[in-house]
């Protein structure tokens, strides 16, 4: 099986692919997607998109994990009190 980990952030979105046969954990390719605070939101939204896409498409996983997203009070996140 082979699992694509993302870890989103505007700034730097870190990923990770494990691969694992058995009880065993190879790992196939780690890095980041990276965007700067000097390109519109929308663009770096897209890049970020873009990445993923690419990365889902070599990588062909079949699970794909998403880190929660880290909200602060000033830009709080939308779900249940307790999340």
Same mark, same amino acid.
């Given at each position: 099986?082979?699992?694509? $980990?993302?870890?989103? #952030? !505007? +700034?730097?979105? &870190?990923?990770?692919?494990?691969? /694992?046969? $058995?009880?065993?954990? #190879? !790992? +196939?390719?780690? &890095?980041?997607?990276?965007?700067? /605070?000097?390109?519109?939101?929308?663009?770096?939204?897209?890049?970020?998109?873009?990445?993923?896409?690419?990365?889902?498409?070599?990588?062909?996983?079949?699970?794909?994990?998403?880190?929660?997203?880290?909200?602060?009070?000033?830009?709080?996140?939308?779900?249940?009190?307790?999340?």
């Amino acid at each position: 099986m082979i699992i694509l $980990g993302i870890d989103p #952030a !505007l +700034v730097i979105t &870190g990923y990770g692919v494990i691969q /694992t046969r $058995g009880s065993n954990l #190879a !790992l +196939v390719e780690a &890095g980041i997607i990276s965007t700067t /605070t000097k390109e519109t939101l929308p663009r770096r939204i897209d890049k970020i998109h873009r990445a993923i896409i690419k990365l889902i498409s070599d990588t062909k996983p079949d699970v794909l994990v998403l880190e929660k997203l880290y909200a602060h009070y000033r830009h709080p996140t939308i779900g249940r009190p307790h999340d």
